[in-house]
């Protein structure tokens, strides 16, 4: 079974963290490039970081600027930072409230199938918020979670975007718990248009208890990669 170092990071900066996962991610491309280099089969650690940072706007390598509505002094004036940064996906939102992932994993010791790990990701949210009573699915076409899918009411709670080199993964998900959804105004979500941002606040009109979110999302993670967790 594979071993998944677990870390709640806090409340912290976004460079702090992206610069963190970096490091982690290579560490473990470094020597998986040596096994191969030297014939070897040194193991691998994975790693599971769970954080929340102050306000930040993420574009992804493949996204478009224009997705951002606002300038930046705008931003300076909201207390918000803006990144273009190396994931897949467009533009995205990260505030306090909001349980942002990072799953570091080797998925040579998962299964190597990229899809297999969204939809793994996808399926551990969709089974939290069902431990709290919100029904969500998959939108056709479009990754993350969802709620209200074939109604005139369609609203995004997770967005999803990820980096992966030699079956490395970094970046991940970012679900929307207590957050201050005013933020999401100054962006076209994702670069969908069409379709409204959510909650799990809104969802149930009242504040939740992000730690006990957090503890049911990492027990679902862990049951659907079938990993076990380690101290590091």
Same mark, same amino acid.
């Given at each position: 079974?594979?071993?998944?170092? =677990? ?12 610069? $963190?996962?970096?490091? *982690? ?24 970081? =769970? ?5 930040? $706007? ?22 918000? /930072?803006?990144?273009?940064?190396? *994931?897949?996906?467009? @533009? /995205? ?16 010791? !998962? ?7 969204? *939809? ?13 009573? @919100?029904?969500?699915? *998959?939108?056709? +076409?479009? /990754? ?24 490395? /993964?970094?970046? +991940? =998900? ?9 933020? !999401?105004?100054? @962006?076209?979500?994702? +670069? ?17 208890? @992000? ?13 659907? !990669?079938?990993?076990? =967790?380690?101290?590091?």
């Amino acid at each position: 079974m594979p071993k998944v170092v =677990f870390q709640d990071l806090g409340l912290i900066d976004y460079k702090e963290a992206w610069d $963190y996962q970096e490091k *982690r991610f290579n560490e473990i491309l470094d020597i998986k490039k040596n096994n191969r280099k030297e014939n070897r089969k040194d193991p691998t650690l994975s790693y599971l970081l =769970f954080c929340e940072h102050p306000h930040v $706007y993420t574009l992804g390598k493949s996204g478009d600027e224009n997705n951002l509505l606002v300038n930046e002094n705008y931003l300076k004036s909201r207390g918000a /930072t803006f990144y273009k940064i190396n *994931r897949g996906g467009d @533009i /995205t939102y990260h505030g306090p409230g909001q349980i942002v992932g990072y799953p570091i994993l080797d998925l040579d010791n !998962f299964f190597t199938d990229i899809h297999k790990y969204l *939809r793994y990701l996808e399926e551990a949210v969709i089974l939290t918020l069902a431990d709290y009573g @919100i029904k969500s699915t *998959r939108s056709d +076409g479009e /990754t993350g979670v969802w709620l209200g899918v074939g109604t005139n009411n369609v609203r995004k709670i997770c967005a999803l975007g990820v980096r992966s080199s030699r079956w490395v /993964t970094m970046h +991940g =998900f970012a679900f929307n718990v207590n957050c201050d959804l005013s933020y !999401f105004g100054n @962006i076209i979500p994702c +670069g969908i248009a069409d379709k409204s941002v959510t909650s799990m606040q809104k969802e149930l009109g009242d504040e939740v208890d @992000i730690h006990e979110v957090k503890f049911n999302l990492k027990s679902h993670l862990k049951d659907l !990669f079938d990993f076990h =967790f380690i101290n590091g």
